[in-house]
């Protein structure tokens, strides 16, 4: 591969001529990389005439080339038939050494060049004759890819198709094995490939299952659906990424395909097409929509109470429970501007396990900040070990944008432009119910089931999963009115689907991938508030900016997803499986765009998002929809500080939160145990214990990095504070529905607590008696005696902590166990080892920091590295930045992408210019 420089000498540009020269003008000025200083023109007038001029101005014309495209595809054709002839006669000697084999890689080399040459002919020739404005590189490059020294793609084309079809070729190159896996477990295909079986012990995975139920929920038969309803400008788009797939693996792995392919026994990779993008999208959305799977434990657990308490007792307390908010740790404060339609007046919210939330985002407005301009910090926290993100950047006629895509998607799920910036994180609203069917009245429930009084058949269809070295296993998949059946209960009782993901949407969105490619492509807060309803799913939490002064510009917040309005008979808000006997229990449309929530400008100057609730108004969200997120609260916390001792921050401020690594709920624990000693210590139990702990924990320095000596009580301190059994009992409960709830209600800007009288026994029980005593004897227990244990030398408690990393080589949630051990990543000794804290190294896998006053310093960062190849540079090139929490910058302008490929090695830039075929 020839070095090429940032201005290629050799691209001629093409522009239409007479009536249409004021637009070639324009189409230098958006491409302003590309320079025409050859002798000859070529170009395309309005009839489909090939024109040529002179430097003098001389035009000839030539006639409608069809008969010549024709010609030359017919020889494309033969060419493949050779090429594909060449590969198998190479397969057949893989292995064996010697000058045959050579031969014929050199000469299936020579042949794939000249296909490509006659790939670029035929494009240009096809457009001449469409009257389109075509490039002359089509001949040579239509798509072109700099790779910089992070091995970040960025894409460069002169049509909106060619620079999909970059994005799929540099996805596959540096991706391949996942775009593989994640299309095979949304296929059911993983036996076939794996065994009926994966791992051993506790962690083994029954990959038959897992094939089983991707089967029954019909993923792929919903994407086929889905693709041909598209607009056909964007199922264009997944056509050519599809066909850069195809060439780069055609391009870079026809001899063999990287080392995690050859851990698992395959040696193909099966051609990509349009629809397996939206595969894709299902293999990573779906963990994020919510409430699947966990309808039919709810139910068991709600009949146990009924037995308990009666049917009313019952349904006292679990809608009781289910009003468990803890909106304290919400996305944004209550707002005048953020409103939401009461549609659905059962007020039941669902109930989730005090848990933690991960993801956080902020942003502050330029009016708040000495930039002028908002500033957004962007950490999607995902395991290290998912990689479903891949960073790049593609430049075309309608999209300058830089992020990162789900693999084997071509939108953009955090990214920014020259002018707009996103971030997401994870809304985790109940996007899917159970339906539990009626048996039919006269017919047999294997072909039937009774819905509004009348027997009704399923669509049936049978499947085959193949398994690696044993029987092939038929199923048969059964479709109801409200979807597919995916379980079934002792009694033989059938449960149907009813999912975001393969629901019709009756308001115009057709797939939420279109969204994305809006959101790209918006200039405004209005623009990409709208976008943002058009990704309807996963559910999520997103912060958006402009650089635009205008009353168009600033900074906006907004939810997206599609959520459903349930009827007023869905018991507990769909916590447990529906009545599916009649068709009025099913969903009652969506909320409509007017009624989801939004925030533009607000007085504060910022917004914080993590995986909270937007609102306090939790009766819509559904299951798995609250719960805290102490990083987002922690996140607002810090910038509340910052702007109480700065009216005006700057931008290093605004991103440098991100370093930090305190405890929220450990600090407000210390806080209120230290309130009662000053100032209620008679209402303090005498508890040894507690006193002891709490005299450790006043030694602690506040942070859980790898050098805070006490870091590993006050953690202790703060999962046993979580633990709703302690709190529930207590008075605080009755206005305060979760530990952090009530300890936002007591805290000030000053941190000096102010305990209400009714709450002081309770408070102090619960600190004393509790929490303090409980966090002694677990941190106390012997190392891996307890999940807790540290030691009982408080001074040995930090060298018990694990202050590397071990990144296993694991493709999504499927496998528990690693794919290979030689692939696996240790990191050295990580400054904050902690998954709880903002700074956390455990699942720090994107940054993005933006400042939108100057957009060519954005930083960004990828951890381990942008490839899931072990043998490529990129592999693990983040880790010891990442470690660091260092950040690199990420241009938006090509000229100084394009600069940092300054030399052609193994591990600097390269440049690389795949060949894009319209037909």
Not at 659 to 686: K, Q
Request: charged share 20%.
């Amino acid at each position: 591969m020839n070095l090429i420089r940032p201005i290629h000498k050799s691209i001629f540009l093409l522009f239409l001529v007479f009536p249409f020269s004021s637009y070639a003008g324009e189409f230098l000025d958006s491409f302003g990389y590309l320079r025409a200083d050859s002798n000859t023109l070529l170009s395309c007038s309005t009839d489909g005439v090939l024109l040529k001029t002179s430097n003098q101005g001389e035009i000839t014309a030539y006639p409608k080339p069809k008969k010549k495209a024709k010609k030359l595809k017919k020889k494309r054709k033969k060419l493949k038939k050779e090429i594909v002839s060449l590969t198998a006669s190479i397969q057949k000697l893989k292995g064996t050494k010697g000058q045959g084999l050579k031969k014929l890689k050199k000469k299936r080399k020579k042949k794939k060049a000249k296909r490509k040459l006659l790939q670029g002919r035929i494009a240009f020739i096809n457009n001449c004759t469409k009257g389109k404005l075509l490039a002359l590189s089509t001949l040579e490059e239509e798509a072109s890819i700099f790779y910089d020294a992070r091995g970040i793609p960025h894409v460069r084309a002169i049509s909106d198709d060619a620079a999909f079809y970059g994005l799929g070729y540099a996805q596959a190159k540096l991706r391949p094995f996942q775009l593989f896996f994640q299309r095979a477990r949304i296929q059911g295909r993983l036996a076939e490939y794996m065994g009926p079986q994966w791992g051993t012990g506790p962690k083994a995975v029954n990959l038959i299952k897992e094939d089983k139920n991707a089967r029954l929920h019909g993923w792929v038969r919903r994407a086929e659906q889905v693709y041909g309803q598209l607009d056909t400008t964007v199922r264009g788009y997944l056509d050519a990424f599809a066909q850069g797939v195809n060439d780069a693996i055609a391009d870079h792995f026809a001899d063999e395909l990287p080392a995690p392919f050859g851990s698992i026994g395959v040696d193909t990779f099966e051609p990509w097409k349009g629809v397996d993008c939206l595969v894709a999208y299902i293999a990573i959305s779906s963990h994020f929509t919510g409430g699947e799977g966990g309808e039919l434990s709810a139910q068991d657990d709600f009949e146990s109470d009924v037995d308990a308490l009666g049917e009313q007792g019952a349904f006292n307390l679990w809608t009781e429970e289910s009003q468990l908010k803890d909106w304290d740790s919400a996305i944004i404060q209550t707002d005048p501007q953020l409103k939401m339609s009461q549609v659905n007046s059962s007020g039941l919210a669902s109930y989730l396990p005090d848990t933690l939330k991960a993801s956080h985002n902020w942003v502050v407005a330029g009016t708040h900040n000495t930039s002028g301009k908002p500033v957004m910090v962007g950490m999607p926290m995902l395991a290290l070990d998912t990689r479903w993100l891949i960073e790049a950047q593609i430049d075309s006629p309608s999209f300058h944008v830089h992020g990162v895509l789900m693999v084997g998607t071509p939108g953009f799920l955090l990214g920014y432009t020259p002018s707009t910036s996103w971030s997401v994180t994870a809304l985790n609203s109940d996007l899917a119910d159970l339906f539990k069917l009626k048996s039919p009245a006269q017919s047999s429930p294997d072909t039937h089931y009774r819905l509004d009084g009348v027997d009704e058949p399923f669509d049936v269809r049978e499947e085959v999963i193949q398994v690696l070295g044993g029987s092939s296993i038929p199923i048969t998949v059964h479709e109801s009115y409200f979807g597919p059946v995916v379980a079934e209960d002792d009694a033989g009782g059938k449960y149907a689907l009813k999912h975001i993901i393969l629901s019709d949407l009756d308001d115009g969105r057709v797939h939420p991938l279109e969204g994305m490619l809006a959101l790209a492509k918006a200039t405004t807060l209005t623009e990409m508030k709208e976008a943002t309803w058009r990704l309807y799913y996963p559910a999520l939490h997103v912060l958006y900016a402009t650089n635009n002064g205008s009353s168009t510009g600033g900074i906006g917040y907004r939810p997206s997803a599609a959520l459903p309005i349930r009827s007023q008979s869905a018991r507990l808000q769909g916590i447990i499986p529906q009545d599916g006997s009649s068709t009025s229990n099913d969903w009652q449309g969506f909320y409509s765009e007017q009624a989801t929530p939004y925030m533009h400008n607000p007085e504060s100057g910022y917004i914080v998002t993590a995986n909270g609730l937007p609102t306090d108004d939790v009766s819509i969200y559904g299951y798995k929809a609250v719960g805290t997120t102490e990083r987002g609260w922690r996140a607002r916390t810090l910038l509340q500080q910052l702007f109480d001792q700065h009216a005006i921050l700057t931008p290093e401020e605004i991103s440098n939160i991100r370093f930090d690594c305190g405890l929220e709920l450990a600090e407000s624990v210390r806080t209120l145990a230290n309130y009662f000693i000053e100032y209620a210590p008679s209402a303090l139990p005498a508890e040894d214990d507690a006193f002891l702990a709490l005299s450790y924990l006043n030694l602690w320095d506040g942070s859980l990095d790898s050098f805070s000596k006490y870091a590993p009580l006050a953690r202790v301190v703060r999962s046993v504070t979580r633990n709703k059994e302690y709190f529930i009992p207590t008075a605080m409960n009755r206005d305060h529905t979760s530990p952090s709830a009530f300890f936002r209600s007591l805290q000030n800007s000053t941190d000096i607590y102010s305990v209400p009288e009714e709450y002081i026994d309770d408070a102090a029980q619960w600190i004393f008696s509790a929490i303090l005593p409980t966090a002694w004897e677990l941190v106390n227990s012997a190392p891996n005696e307890a999940a807790l244990g540290f030691g009982s030398d408080p001074q040995s408690w930090n060298n018990n902590v694990k202050k590397t990393i071990s990144i296993p080589y694991l493709q999504g949630v499927t496998l528990q166990e690693t794919l290979h051990p030689a692939f696996d990543i240790e990191t050295p000794r990580v400054v904050c080892p902690s998954s709880l804290t903002l700074h956390s190294q455990k699942s720090n896998f994107y940054t993005q920091i933006t400042h939108l006053g100057d957009m060519n310093a954005t930083k960004a960062a990828i951890a381990p590295g942008n490839s899931d190849n072990p043998a490529s540079p990129f592999f693990a090139s983040e880790v010891n930045g990442f470690i660091q929490g260092e950040v690199s910058l990420a241009p938006v302008d090509r000229l100084l992408v394009e600069n940092t490929c300054v030399s052609f090695d193994a591990v600097g830039c390269f440049f690389e210019k795949p060949l894009y075929d319209p037909s």
